[in-house]
């Protein structure tokens, strides 16, 4: 099976920065990549699918890039509500999770 | 609107057999592309896939633990179940189901979670 591996574990950062989170994956998964975003107690949401396409209603200043082993989710601009644990996820075969990456507050 | 809930018991016992419920609305299981799976959560974990099954009836599951898995579904119901069996309080998580929506990013398909229930936590303890 396919492992996802995300770095880093986890960040601190503040308003406004810059932040980028990277996904390997074992294996070629071309672009079968999804990003997702969890807070404390609730569902994972939906940021990015097909590596870089953003879901309707997700802000744009969430991105994706990548292809084949390597991915990168941006967050061009940290935002208060965007503390949380983020979770890369392949399609390619069957499906597999990274270990989530937390963004906290610096 | 897609909704998706989950339900079973809360409580398990060591070696027992859980079995949850996945009932949902706003979709059919028997459209062609549409899947629901099955995904969990150790307290203060990451998430873990479990198992999927398709609108055409095929299934996967996790290699991992595909021996002690079933997934099935009721269409005319709208549920999808999982049992799991000879459970250990390793399996102690948060269980969530999620929809699995075929994207269509320029003639090519792609699957995502782009609904999940509120999911349900199974404590397994004697």
């Known amino acids: 099976d396919i492992q996802m591996i995300q770095s880093p574990s986890s960040l601190s950062a503040s308003v406004g920065d810059r932040v980028t989170i990277t996904c390997r994956a074992s294996q070629s998964v071309a672009g079968y990549l999804n990003w997702y975003q969890q807070k404390p107690g609730k569902a994972p949401k939906l940021l990015i699918y097909a590596a870089s396409s953003l879901q309707s209603g997700v802000p744009s200043r969430f991105s994706g890039s990548g292809s084949g082993t390597d991915f990168t989710l941006t967050i061009s601009s940290l935002q208060l509500e965007d503390f949380a644990t983020y979770y890369c996820?392949?399609?390619?075969?069957?499906?597999?999770f990274g270990q989530g990456t937390k963004v906290e507050i610096k | 609107q897609i909704t998706l809930k989950e339900s079973g018991p809360t409580l398990v016992k060591p070696t027992q057999t859980l079995t949850l419920t996945c009932s949902f609305s706003g979709f059919s299981l028997s459209s062609s592309g549409v899947a629901v799976d099955w995904i969990r959560q150790p307290p203060g974990k990451a998430l873990e896939w479990l198992a999927l099954?398709?609108?055409?009836?095929?299934?996967r599951y996790s290699p991992s633990l595909k021996s002690r898995l079933t997934i099935t579904k009721d269409t005319s119901k709208n549920q999808v179940v999982l049992t799991m069996t000879n459970m250990d309080p390793v399996d102690t998580a948060t269980y969530y189901c999620?929809?699995?929506?075929?994207?269509?990013?320029?003639?090519?398909?792609?699957?995502?979670?782009?609904?999940w229930g509120q999911g349900t936590m199974v404590t397994v303890s004697s």
């Open positions: 996820q392949q399609s390619y075969r069957t499906r597999t």
């Open positions: 099954i398709y609108w055409d009836d095929n299934k």
């Open positions: 999620a929809h699995s929506y075929n994207f269509d990013n320029s003639g090519s398909f792609f699957d995502a979670f782009d609904t």
